[in-house]
């Protein structure tokens, strides 16, 4: 089974192999999520390459990530406006919930925030920093 967690501090949707304990985010269950092969962008892509997020509009818990926003069928699928998070391991997605409420408490304590801030502070947690 698999679990979609949406992460306020990063408007961020993280997808997890087990239940996810004890985190202050709101947790679905039984989702499915279909990556596409060629998601990561390759030296032939366009600016326009990108993953998207997406939700299908007849079943709330099925997420598809596109690459290009010219393939989603809106009669299908429409998109979620939040960041594709990951997928997860349960140990992996423990030591990344710690860093990520800690990163959060700090950022609601913080005014203003410098453009780009969210999507670096992400890419730090993923990198284990």
Known sequence: MLYAVTV???NAICFVSERPDDNPW???EGVGLDIP?????GPSDGEDAWPILCIS???PRYYKLFKYRRDIDP????PVERHFGG???KPTWER???LAAREGAIRDSDGDEPPGATEEAVAM???GG
Do not use: G
């Open 125 to 127: 947690i993923k990198r």
């Open 8 to 10: 306020e501090p990063f």
């Open 87 to 89: 997928l997860f391991s």
């Open 26 to 28: 709101e947790v679905q």
């Open 75 to 78: 009669a299908q699928f429409r």
């Open 37 to 41: 092969f060629n998601l990561t962008k």
């Open 96 to 98: 990344f919930a710690k």
């Open 57 to 59: 509009t007849s079943d």
